[in-house]
């Protein structure tokens, strides 16, 4: 299912910190292995574009704190 525009980053933020805390298992199924080797690759492929948008957003208080970080992601 598509995610909806208005709330596309709230609900992709969950699944992407969930795959990449398990990004170095194996998949359960060849079908979502399959997936997750793209995923690898195509954030590999766009490293540099990650890194200018990175240095893009460093701005103090772009970001939130790593301990609102952690309270946000429930650790």
Not at 9 to 28: G, K, P, Q, R, S
Not at 38 to 53: A, G, H, K, T, V
Not at 58 to 63: K, Q, V
Request: charge should be negative.
């Amino acid at each position: 299912m598509a995610n909806m525009s208005y709330c596309r980053f709230e609900n992709t933020l969950n699944d992407l910190v969930d795959c990449f805390n398990n990004i170095h298992e194996e998949a359960e199924n060849m079908r979502d292995e399959r997936c997750r080797k793209q995923m690898i690759r195509y954030l590999f492929e766009n490293i540099d574009f990650i890194e200018d948008l990175k240095r893009e957003l460093d701005n103090p208080g772009m970001f939130i704190d790593d301990k609102e970080w952690e309270k946000e992601m429930g650790r």
